[in-house]
């Protein structure tokens, strides 16, 4: 036993706490029930009390669970945005599209003839390629990347009664009436159409989407807000980008489209069948000359038949630049034939022509 003075007194009783105000005695039954905070229970965000386990303890994320209901209304709101889209034809341009669409959380799934599966990999992206593989999957939205010329051969390939019935169909063509009457055709009533044209590619968009025309037509859309909703979605895609978000007939795009890019194409592939090179004393307007030349050119020549043979509008272009070309020429050797006059009748003192001298 130790010495007397080196014993530890006996700690003192405690003092208990003073009595709540009276005033604050009513507000005492409005403290959660015992059982609430009982070591050898938890309260769930369904409002259960479930056990915590034999030792008896309470983990501090099962507490915070009681006070999670807003976060947790978000994120199931979140996952009701993150739609499963399918794109069909993932090459250069399906790849382009699908890098913004994960990298906004959405889930992709590829298809093509080609084995692009570990491009697909790279992505976070599931690739498959039987299209019954991918029809199984139930996709909320299947885009279409596909040439103009082999839209309607791979449209038909799908096994669509593998689908939903409400699923959602969006074409990203750089024409519009062909797909818009293809998918009327050939989809069944249920399925909603979108027609879509994001005016940039993988050269003109790799900086960023910020400022670019992206343009859409609602060309069937259902009336339930489940619908409206997944379409909603899809367009917030691009306008969370910072895509300038054009709302426009598949006509009127035809219309525009001749001149914007059946034009744009058919300039820089003529001025490819001259074979221009750079030179030394290259001007600011021959370089963009040239830039011209090669912007259109990377693009297949497929591309730039399917914009001549799938829009009425471009016969008529072309007519049209010939008749232009023809009236240039016309005025300019009009002129040259003027001169050519004036030097052959005038005489070298400034005189009337040779003829009348001479009379």
Not at 84 to 112: D, E, P, Y
Not at 268 to 283: E, W
Request: glycine share 8%; proline share 7%; with cysteine.
């Amino acid at each position: 036993m130790l010495p007397t003075q080196y014993r530890f007194a006996s700690p003192s009783p405690p003092i208990p706490p003073p009595p709540p105000p009276r005033g604050l005695r009513n507000m005492l039954s409005l403290r959660p029930k015992p059982a609430l905070f009982n070591p050898f229970f938890r309260l769930t965000t369904s409002g259960r009390l479930r056990r915590t386990g034999a030792g008896g303890a309470m983990r501090a994320m099962d507490a915070a669970q009681v006070f999670d209901h807003e976060s947790g209304a978000s994120e199931e709101l979140d996952q009701r945005a993150r739609l499963k889209i399918a794109i069909v034809g993932f090459g250069n341009f399906g790849q382009f599209l699908a890098r913004t669409f994960a990298a906004q959380g959405h889930a992709i799934i590829g298809h093509s003839r080609s084995d692009h599966s570990a491009a697909a990999r790279s992505l976070g992206a599931a690739f498959f390629r039987d299209p019954h593989d991918l029809c199984e999957q139930h996709p909320d939205v299947v885009v279409l990347c596909t040439s103009i010329l082999s839209t309607e051969a791979v449209l038909r390939s799908l096994p669509l009664q593998r689908l939903r019935r409400s699923t959602l169909f969006v074409d990203v063509l750089s024409v519009k009436e062909f797909p818009k009457n293809l998918l009327l055709q050939l989809l069944p009533p249920d399925f909603d159409i979108l027609c879509t044209h994001p005016m940039f590619g993988p050269e003109s968009g790799k900086h960023g989407w910020t400022g670019l025309p992206f343009v859409y037509d609602k060309v069937r859309i259902g009336d339930s807000e489940d619908r409206a909703n997944r379409c909603r979605c899809f367009l917030d895609i691009f306008a969370r980008e910072g895509c300038r978000m054009v709302e426009m007939s598949c006509t009127e795009h035809d219309e525009n489209a001749a001149e914007i890019q059946f034009l744009t194409h058919t300039v820089g592939r003529l001025l490819a069948k001259l074979d221009l090179k750079p030179t030394p004393i290259n001007t600011k307007g021959f370089e963009t000359l040239l830039e011209l030349v090669e912007n259109t050119c990377s693009d297949s020549f497929d591309l730039y038949n399917g914009l001549f043979m799938y829009n009425n509008n471009s016969t008529e272009l072309l007519e049209r630049l010939e008749l232009a070309f023809n009236s240039l020429r016309k005025e300019l050797f009009g002129r040259l034939h003027v001169n050519l006059r004036k030097q052959l009748f005038q005489s070298p003192n400034g005189g009337g022509s040779p003829g009348a001298e001479e009379n």
